[in-house]
């Protein structure tokens, strides 16, 4: 491999383990402060998807420092600085276009993983965490973790973006992979049970896909669930 692909490909897996350890580890903080003793008893659980999920990290961070470095050296990437290179409409359009698009690869790979075969060898990993907590969001079997981590990347040479933009794309993608895996809510109910809480999804859509497993596929929005017919709503638990 090239000395400075491989560079970027190693910083990249350490960001993106920071990233996870801060963000997961923030959020287990908040429901230790908001709902003392919700982890009790989940300790071999967490260290076993802490470790799941720093081995995904190492297969994120390859293509994700791909992109980075064809950007830096090769002018491949659709990815620029100027705010103003485009109209500055554009700005949350293209975070949009990236969330609507990963959203729909998740979706339908999310339920390619449900079949029983692909689910044995691989979904069962991250469906080994009952409950979920705020550690699960990454806790990935490689076959897995390899069909997430190529999406944005492959959005970078596809698409444009602005740097910044990406940021705020990365950062929606990180909080809501770890708020959706509290096994809480940490929205207000008249948030969720809004007509915006009717198309976005938070945990008290997603604990209901750990719940029942053949349900509630999506990642950001309910569109394809509700489209596909696989929408049944939100859990019971959180009332």
Avoid at 61 to 70: E, I
Avoid at 90 to 106: C, G, K, R, V
Avoid at 136 to 141: E, G, V
Avoid at 200 to 224: K, P
Wanted: overall charge positive; some cysteine; hydrophobic content about 50%.
């Amino acid at each position: 491999m090239i000395p400075g692909l491989a560079f970027a490909a190693i910083s990249m897996t350490l960001i993106v383990a920071l990233r996870y350890l801060a963000s997961s580890g923030f959020f287990a903080w908040l429901t230790g402060k908001v709902r003392p003793g919700q982890y009790d008893g989940q300790r071999a659980q967490i260290r076993r998807e802490i470790a799941w999920s720093l081995a995904s990290a190492a297969l994120y961070g390859v293509p994700a420092g791909l992109a980075f470095w064809s950007w830096r050296h090769l002018g491949w990437t659709e990815m620029y600085l100027d705010p103003f290179a485009y109209p500055l409409w554009y700005l949350p359009i293209s975070a949009l276009i990236y969330l609507i698009a990963h959203d729909t690869w998740f979706y339908w790979t999310h339920r390619l993983l449900h079949q029983r075969q692909l689910f044995r060898i691989a979904h069962a990993v991250h469906h080994a965490s009952k409950p979920p907590t705020a550690w699960t969001a990454m806790s990935f079997h490689p076959f897995e973790a390899l069909t997430g981590a190529v999406v944005i990347p492959a959005l970078i040479f596809l698409v444009p973006i602005h740097l910044g933009i990406l940021g705020v794309v990365l950062l929606v993608m990180t909080v809501m992979g770890v708020t959706n895996h509290m096994g809480w809510e940490m929205f207000p109910r008249w948030l969720v049970h809004s007509r915006f809480g009717n198309w976005v999804i938070t945990a008290s859509h997603h604990e209901r896909h750990h719940e029942e497993y053949r349900c509630n596929y999506g990642l950001y929005f309910r569109f394809w669930d509700r489209l596909c017919g696989t929408d049944r709503g939100l859990t019971e638990k959180f009332g």
